[in-house]
């Protein structure tokens, strides 16, 4: 490094034009000084490192400056005037500086305000800059307002906060409000590669592409970021830094590794793996950004599937995009969507479970199994439309020399229950509605639904394999034991779809549920045996019987 200044000190802008990415709040800032319409209060809004501070210096310059005038908003920073120089030391009599975060109360304000009574000493305006201030106690905030409310025409406040939401309306509506936006990450790569260059780093694109992003759009951050990097490539002995540098310095996983393990899980892969997911973990991967990157995966993946291109102000390497191109091919948005929620929810069991890796690891048995009922499904619906098309195809050929209405005769006597099945799942759009939607109040109205309509597999998968978590109609949440049939999801909602008319949703819950209808018939048949056993009668019997036992019990009708 040139000096031992930090870098985000060094390089803080001095003029509007050198804020980074806030060209729209710079212009309409330095357009109303120029114009002599500035409000009594600004208030500045915004994720920490993005610029705040920095702003409220450079309109406190801009107020003040000796050498502005009607065209120059003021001095540039190679020919700074006495005042310009004293704000940028914040050694200024009449600009001051209040953190709210460590004098919040109303007699750190009294103070200020009795002090806001007496004019500027030398310059134009009395600034008072209060950083942090939604930390400002409610009285404080009242006293504030008085002075906000009849301000001294040479007063003016700068008012900077990271949480908008916790400032009186009262207070906001004086102010005049500018929101400082993250700074893209583009931007923020041009901006470091500068710094860089001058600061003489020999650090790789890919590199400062990694600091860009993970600075997550606070300046402050990045070059903080940067000055470790600059320090460590000056103690390497190869004296340049690449991108496992600083991901080994930042605890970073090489997200193409993830997407590699990612690419396993759908080719079902197991042993792949979890070979990967071993590596991973044995570097020390943490486990909530690990499920994070997933996340960030899918919705890239999902992106590519929907919208056909990747956000360009991602930064995402070429071979990562490859990657991506090619897994978009193996999923499909239902499966994204499952992944997805899947994904949610084992970030949600790591605050109950204790082991990490074992969290990981059925994370990634139960992602391959979950894409293991996708697959199955359109392979079966697959198979059903071929022989379909088949079968027509023979009907057809025979039927050419026979007159239309035995055609068509022949043509449904070979249609087979498969055939039409496999119809209702290539238009599903087409109402099979024979059972009005609203009628279905219950879990058990769908039991006796599929009963009526002679579905025995889906009836019987329903009263013994399904245990019901949540119900409303059109939206059912499940759990279920291992003996489930795969396709039950998909055969179910195409049922119900054909049935009802409507879509139902069905999802998999990791809540245990109630117990299988067919365990609470047998629940209630025991404790009606256990009552049985009770009445006097019952008893004589089974003490006359020894061998005997009641086995069952049936209600008679008369
Ligand atoms: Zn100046």
Redesign the pocket.
Known sequence: MTNNKILALKYRPQEFKDLIGQDIISKTITNSILKGKTPNAYLLTGIRGVGKTTTARLIA?AL?????NSEKI??SKES??????EIINSNHIDVLEMDAASKTGIDDVRELIENSKYSPANAKFKIFIIDEVHMLSKQAFNGLLKTLEEPPPSLKFILATTEIRKIPLTIISRCQRFDLKRVGITEMFKHIKNVSEKEKGNITDGALKIISKVSEGSVRDALSLLDRVITFQNLSSNNTVEESDVRNMLGIVDKSKIIILFKEVLNGNTQEAINILKTLYEDGIDTKSFLNDILELLNLVNRKISLGSIEKDQIIPENEINLINEISKEINITDIGLFWQFTIKTIEDLKVISNDYMTLEMYILQLIHLKDLGNDNEQKININAERAENTVKISESKNKEISETSKLKTKNQLKNIEQIESEIIKNPQKNYKQTDYKNIKTFEDIVNLADKENEIELKYDLERNVKLVNFKTGNIDISFNEKLNKNFIKILTEKLLNWTGERWIISLSKNSGDKTLYEKKIELKRSKIEDAKKINEVNSLLDTFKDAQLTDIEDIKD
Do not use: D, S
Request: charged share 30%.
């Open positions: 310059k003040n400056c000796e050498k502005a003021n001095c700074l005037c006495t005042t310009c120089k």
